[in-house]
């Protein structure tokens, strides 16, 4: 049979088909690059409209008459002035234009990398927030971490920076071991070596969980804007006090949240206690306290380490002694005490008189000791007295005189410190690193926060009296006299250290110059009778 030829056009309409396939398309973009203005306005005005139905739904209904009111007067006010319309249409067209300028738009939700970090996290939780009794639980093995994760973060690296989590109302979000199970879970699962801050509302059956970022340890020492009877221990997160300082970074100033340890007759904390590893900061800082003491009252110290940290503060103004020996430790503070039992007299006496205190017990008197129970041992085998039974005067009674107490000392020699010193310090400093069962023993409540293993020197964490722990960086106020201080830093500490107006013990006062012979002469010739 004689093959029958196709027709034709069969045999020629797939070139046909190409050839219109390729009119269209050419013609479709000459189109769009014609009307591309337009399909970008278009795309604004949808945009602005679907943005402003989200707003008018998300406004409260009892606050949708009165929004509705002021769009109504703008209109109003628009539709008067002259070229009002015209040019309200001009502004609408503009914003549309700028809301519609790019029509692709970012893929909405985490990356793969992101959503198995947050499934992870998910899966983790489930042995916590999961029970068998539960019909409709919120956690299980395969589930939806989108419902349990209503809000998420994440910083440049991918890791985790905020995380909203729901959890079932049966969990006991009450108890302090259950807390810190959770904790430590996300702790380990969203990141380690990080400050995690956490924040539980039992109410909302809600925790979130936020990366801190590291605390300034730039920053010198310097005078610091506050009023007499306020001390800087360091600074905190900005979300911790309601208060700014402006310090000076080089050239540069920027307000920064501190610490403040207000001592005094009114202060409910009149003295301090500081503990921490060799090498955590505490001389550190109680060099910072030393020198912002000097500008209104006196201070003696007492350096148990017997290293001089110490030594560049011996004969300044104010600084009415600095002692590294067990006589001199026992002399000093049996003054001390002597002192404050001689202003508590002046005091009681004056107001039984009806007169304001002698102004001799207004001015204030620090008592700095480092490392006092380095003394206990050698007194005990000197067979003389403990230097901290002296304390308990200035301790239990300082307050109303104007005498402040602080203890700096080890966490392997915190059993050695007396009872004085742990009934009557309030205010609480932990410094280095430390675990939570050292933290929750020392300031009396854990940390809101994940302490860390590695930290910088002077980084730790504050509580005055019953308030809320912070964390802390104290600013950096080494010894001037150390040959590994930078030059920055050394230069700081001179600039704020009293001059040498007093001759300390072993000093002597500088002669004064000798009279010119000629002045004597002179003198001498005038007092000769003519």
Same mark, same amino acid.
Request: hydrophobic share 40%.
């Given at each position: =049979?004689a093959?029958r030829?196709?027709p034709?056009?069969?045999?020629?309409?797939?070139?046909q088909?190409?050839?219109? #396939?390729?009119?269209?398309?050419?013609?479709?973009?000459?189109?769009?690059?014609?009307?591309?203005?337009?399909?970008?306005?278009? #795309?604004?005005?949808?945009?602005?409209?679907?943005?402003g139905?989200?707003?008018?739904a998300?406004?409260?209904?009892? @606050?949708?008459?009165?929004?509705?009111?002021?769009?109504?007067?703008?209109?109003?006010v628009?539709a008067?002035?002259?070229?009002?319309?015209l040019?309200a249409?001009?502004a %609408? =067209?503009?914003?549309?234009?700028?809301?519609?300028?790019?029509g692709?738009?970012?893929?909405?939700g985490?990356?793969?990398?992101?959503?198995?970090?947050?499934?992870?996290?998910?899966?983790a939780?489930?042995?916590?927030f999961?029970?068998?009794?539960?019909?409709?639980?919120?956690?299980?093995?395969?589930?939806?971490?989108?419902?349990a994760f209503?809000?998420?973060?994440?910083?440049?690296?991918? #890791?985790?920076?905020? %995380?909203?989590?729901?959890?079932?109302?049966?969990?006991?979000?009450?108890?302090p071991?259950?807390?810190a199970?959770?904790?430590?879970l996300?702790?380990?699962?969203?990141?380690?070596?990080?400050?995690?801050?956490?924040?539980?509302?039992?109410?909302?059956n809600q925790?979130?969980?936020t990366?801190?970022?590291?605390?300034?340890?730039?920053?010198?020492a310097?005078?610091?804007?506050?009023?007499?009877?306020?001390?800087?221990?360091?600074?905190?997160?900005?979300?911790?006090?309601?208060r700014?300082?402006?310090?000076?970074?080089?050239?540069?100033?920027?307000?920064?949240?501190?610490?403040?340890?207000?001592?005094?007759?009114?202060?409910?904390?009149?003295?301090? %206690?500081?503990?921490?590893q060799?090498?955590s900061?505490?001389?550190?800082?109680?060099?910072?306290i030393?020198?912002?003491?000097?500008?209104?009252?006196?201070?003696?110290i007492v350096?148990?380490?017997?290293?001089g940290e110490?030594a560049?503060?011996?004969? #300044?103004d104010?600084?009415?002694?600095?002692?590294c020996?067990?006589?001199?430790?026992?002399?000093?503070?049996?003054?001390?005490?002597?002192?404050?039992?001689? @202003?508590?007299?002046?005091?009681?006496?004056?107001?039984?008189?009806?007169?304001?205190?002698?102004?001799?017990?207004?001015r204030p008197?620090w008592?700095?000791?480092?490392?006092?129970?380095?003394?206990?041992?050698?007194?005990?085998?000197d &067979?003389?007295?403990?230097p901290?039974?002296?304390?308990?005067?200035?301790?239990r009674?300082?307050r109303a005189?104007?005498?402040?107490?602080?203890?700096?000392?080890?966490?392997?020699?915190?059993?050695?410190l007396?009872?004085a010193?742990?009934?009557?310090?309030r205010?609480?400093?932990?410094?280095?690193?430390?675990?939570a069962?050292?933290?929750?023993?020392?300031? &009396?409540?854990?940390?809101?926060?994940?302490?860390?293993a590695i930290?910088?020197?002077g980084?730790?964490?504050?509580?005055?009296?019953?308030g809320?722990?912070?964390?802390?960086?104290?600013?950096?106020?080494?010894?001037p006299?150390?040959?590994?201080?930078?030059?920055?830093?050394?230069?700081a500490v001179?600039? %704020?250290?009293?001059p040498?107006?007093?001759?300390a013990?072993?000093?002597?006062v500088?002669?004064?110059?000798?009279v010119?012979?000629?002045?004597?002469?002179?003198?001498?010739?005038?007092?000769?009778?003519?």
């Open positions: =049979m093959r030829p196709l034709r056009i069969l045999s020629t309409g797939s070139a088909l190409a050839r219109s #396939r390729e009119l269209a398309r050419t013609a479709a973009d000459s189109a769009t690059d014609v009307l591309h203005p337009l399909i970008t306005i278009a #795309r604004g005005l949808r945009r602005l409209a679907s943005g139905r989200r707003k008018w998300d406004t409260p209904k009892d @606050r949708r008459g009165p929004l509705l009111f002021l769009v109504a007067s703008l209109i109003l628009v008067l002035v002259p070229y009002g319309p040019l249409a001009i %609408l =067209m503009a914003a549309a234009a700028w809301q519609g300028r790019d692709t738009r970012e893929p909405e985490p990356d793969e990398s992101r959503i198995k970090r947050l499934q992870s996290l998910y899966e939780l489930v042995p916590y999961s029970a068998a009794e539960d019909p409709a639980p919120l956690y299980g093995y395969g589930g939806e971490w989108a419902k209503p809000s998420y973060e994440f910083d440049d690296s991918g #890791r985790v920076s905020h %995380l909203v989590i729901r959890y079932p109302a049966y969990f006991t979000d009450g108890e071991e259950a807390r199970r959770i904790e430590h996300l702790t380990a699962k969203a990141g380690r070596g990080r400050e995690y801050l956490f924040t539980w509302d039992e109410e909302g925790l979130a969980v990366a801190l970022a590291p605390l300034p340890t730039d920053v010198a310097q005078r610091f804007v506050t009023a007499p009877g306020e001390t800087v221990l360091g600074f905190t997160d900005p979300s911790e006090v309601q700014t300082l402006p310090l000076t970074y080089g050239e540069k100033q920027r307000d920064v949240p501190p610490v403040v340890w207000r001592t005094g007759i009114r202060s409910t904390e009149p003295h301090l %206690l500081t503990l921490g060799p090498g900061g505490t001389s550190t800082l109680l060099r910072s030393a020198l912002q003491a000097l500008q209104h009252g006196d201070v003696v350096d148990g380490g017997g290293t110490y560049c503060l011996t004969g #300044r104010g600084v009415l002694a600095v002692e020996g067990l006589a001199g430790v026992l002399a000093s503070l049996e003054w001390a005490a002597t002192e404050t039992e001689r @202003r508590l007299i002046a005091v009681n006496r004056a107001r039984q008189a009806g007169h304001p205190p002698p102004d001799d017990t207004k008197l008592i700095l000791l480092d490392r006092p129970t380095a003394f206990t041992h050698l007194a005990a085998a &067979g003389r007295k403990d901290q039974v002296l304390l308990q005067v200035p301790l009674h300082g005189v104007n005498v402040t107490v602080i203890v700096a000392d080890q966490f392997d020699s915190a059993d050695a007396s009872d010193v742990r009934q009557h310090t205010a609480r400093v932990v410094l280095g690193p430390a675990t069962e050292q933290l929750k023993a020392v300031l &009396g409540a854990p940390p809101h926060t994940t302490p860390l930290v910088p020197p980084r730790g964490y504050a509580r005055l009296g019953t809320a722990v912070h964390r802390l960086q104290v600013p950096a106020t080494p010894d006299y150390d040959d590994a201080t930078s030059e920055t830093h050394r230069q001179l600039d %704020l250290l009293p040498k107006t007093t001759p013990d072993g000093e002597s500088p002669e004064p110059d000798p010119p012979k000629e002045a004597v002469v002179t003198e001498a010739a005038v007092a000769e009778p003519s």
